[in-house]
T-cell receptor, first 110, second 111 residues
Framework: EDQVTQSPEALRLQEGESSSLNCSYT??????LFWYRQDPGKGPEFLFT???AGEEKEKERLKATLTKKESFLHITAPKPEDSATYLC???????????FGKGTRLSVIA | NAGVTQTPKFQVLKTGQSMTLQCAQD?????MSWYRQDPGMGLRLIHY???????DQGEVPNGYNVSRSTTEDFPLRLLSAAPSQTSVYFC??????????FGSGTQLSVL
């Protein structure tokens, strides 16, 4: 059974304090790994897709990386507006549904 | 371009009542899906569809029905609501194996 585990469940950072969120996965064959951001009361918004080990993608203060067993979302010098829940999801083969982790709730304090 | 539209945004039901959560997308996406989100449980797949006339069950399908008569619409039906179905429901769509686009959600309370 495909599994996605995110850690930590919650993370509290001071503004400017860089850190990383972890997404580990156990799947039969990875087709893509997705990162989403979710603000309270809203639907998840797409951030990145990673397809193969060694791949990296960046957007503003966020950088996502991928290995054969896990992905990291690095947040550099975060600001309060980066506070949100970050979700990781994997897709295995074909036109299959995404399997989501439970998310990491990030709070950035000014 | 509206994207994925869900209605209603909020709904309160009594146990045993039935209702339909509506989902429509205007991006001509073949794939549509319904998730529920509960505290500490993350997003769990209820049902999904890879095209008009084709539906399949996800992780938590019991108590829910779906149909897909058009590409644009994918309604979720609760035939006899139960308190365990209190949750936030998200509809999402995509084309091919690309990223999912989510609606803004329906917050459902069953008393």
């Amino acid at each position: 059974e495909d599994q996605v585990t995110q850690s930590p469940e919650a993370l509290r950072l001071q503004e400017g304090e860089s850190s990383s969120l972890n997404c580990s996965y156990t799947v039969s064959g990875l087709r893509g790994l997705f990162w989403y951001r979710q603000d309270p009361g809203k639907g998840p918004e797409f951030l990145f897709t990673l397809y193969s080990a060694g791949e990296e993608k960046e957007k503003e203060r966020l950088k996502a990386t991928l290995t054969k067993k896990e992905s990291f979302l690095h947040i550099t010098a975060p600001k309060p507006e980066d506070s949100a829940t970050y979700l990781c999801a994997v897709q295995t083969s074909g036109n299959t549904p995404l399997v989501f982790g439970k998310g990491t709730r990030l709070s950035v304090i000014a | 371009n509206a994207g994925v539209t869900q209605t209603p945004k909020f709904q309160v039901l009594k146990t045993g009542q039935s209702m339909t959560l509506q989902c429509a997308q205007d991006m001509n996406h073949e794939y549509m899906s319904w998730y529920r989100q509960d505290p500490g449980m993350g997003l769990r797949l209820i049902h999904y569809s890879v095209g008009a006339g084709i539906t399949d069950q996800g992780e938590v399908p019991n108590g829910y029905n779906v149909s897909r008569s058009t590409t644009e619409d994918f309604p979720l039906r609760l035939l006899s609501a139960a308190p365990s179905q209190t949750s936030v429901y998200f509809c999402a769509s995509r084309t091919g194996n690309e990223k999912l686009f989510f609606g803004s959600g329906t917050q459902l309370s069953v008393l």
